[in-house]
Every structure is written in C-alpha cells, then in structure tokens.
C-alpha cells in the first residue's frame, strides 16, 4: 500500500485553518485538528511497519470526509470537460487537447486542458477542472483566493480578486513579460483557468470567454450524492 506522508496531511490542515472566514473557523479547526490526529497515526503506522496501516487510513479518511463536510461527488466526466474547450482562439490555433480523471483518499478530480499557439509566438493554455468533493473547505486550501478578497499592485504588473459574468476569480498579470493568469470559480466546484504568455490581459479574458460558464454552472449538482 502507498504511503501518503504525513506532511501531505499536515499542510492540507493548516491551510484548510488559514484560509477560512471567521464564520467557518470553527468546523476548519476541528476538520484540522482531525487531520492532524491522522498524520499522527500515519507516523506510527510507518515506523511500526503496515500492521495499523489500515487503522490510519481510516482515520484520514474520516478527516477528509470532515474537510469535505461529508459530501460525495462523482466528478463530471473529462470528455465532457474536454469537449468544451473551444477548436481555437482569436489569432491562435489549438496544438493539444487531453484530459483525465484522478482519485484518492475517497476524493475525485476531473480535468481537462488545451494548449493554444498564435503565428507571434504568443501562447495560452486553458484548463477546466472539477474539483468534485473537494468544493467547500477541502477546496478553499488549494483555491484560497475563493474565500478571499484582495488588490495588490508592482510596478509591472498587479494581483486581485474579481468577479467575471457574475462568479468569483482571479486575476495576475504582469506586464512587462505580457504573461499572467486567469481562474474563474463556477457554481462552487469548477475551475475555469487561462494562463498565457505573450499575450494581452484581454486576450485572456477572451480565452475564459470562449467557455460556457452558464452550461457548467449548470452541471454544479451533477453526481453529488
């Protein structure tokens, strides 16, 4: 059986207590404080072999299912995700396509990307992602900006948080390099994400256009249980 590191888990927890509002503090800590409990018992399931391996299993996945406030989602399938990737983009020509699904620990995620490249050497990639299960505190650890609001600035560029057609997202962009990003949040559990180089900050807004943010918000209930 593949070991998770107990590091793995110990981040996951201090991110899911960092990133929270005040009005959730309470059900991160505890989700926290449980994940903390299983990397403890991953530790002396290592250092005692595999003999409570099992035992510690069950105790993150019980912590993950408090992270994920106990929901089940299977994720929408990639073909679906892939086939809303448009054919090309203003001036660029689409050179890859794939897509994939992966799970652990009881957590599914679905995604599918496109790579676009323009005759000036400009390029995009754009990646849809179903973040499934991990929608809600599970989620706001690794999409932090979703839970947040800020504007920052540089001299050559600048970092906030908006809205686009009504969702939460986040803006990056730099100026001088003419390279940034782009992440739209779509009914609480898709990723809609543009990152270029070369290109225009409107050129990746026109990218995030190109997907139909209605039909996916509208695929938000799709498989939960």
């Known amino acids: 059986m593949k070991r998770v590191p107990a590091v793995v888990v110990l981040s996951l927890a201090l991110a899911l207590t960092a990133g929270c509002k005040s009005s959730e503090e309470k059900a991160a800590e505890e989700a926290a404080q449980q994940m903390a409990e299983a990397a403890k018992k991953m530790e002396d399931a290592a250092k005692s072999g595999q003999a409570n391996m099992g035992d510690a299993m069950s105790a ?4 993950m299912g408090a992270a994920t406030g106990g929901k089940k989602v299977e994720t929408v399938d990639f073909r679906e995700l892939k086939d809303m990737l448009p054919e090309s983009l203003d001036g660029m020509k689409r050179t890859d396509a794939t897509g994939e699904k992966t799970a652990a620990m009881g957590m599914q995620i679905s995604s599918a990307k496109a790579t676009y490249s323009g005759d000036q050497g400009g390029s995009v990639t754009l990646n849809i992602t179903d973040i499934g299960s991990m929608a809600g505190l599970a989620g706001m650890a690794t999409y932090a900006w979703a839970a947040t609001d800020f504007d920052r600035e540089t001299e050559s560029g600048y970092e906030k948080t908006t809205r686009y057609n009504g969702f939460k997202a986040h803006e ?13 949040l779509v009914g609480d559990r898709f990723i ?11 050129a990746l807004k026109g990218t995030i256009g190109k997907v139909n943010l209605g039909k996916l918000d509208g695929m938000k209930g799709k498989g939960v249980q």
């Open 172 to 184: 990056k962009y730099d100026r001088s390099s003419k390279s940034g990003e782009i992440s739209v």
């Open 192 to 202: 809609v994400a543009a990152q270029g180089n070369g290109v225009d900050v409107d």
């Open 60 to 63: 993150l996945g019980a912590a």
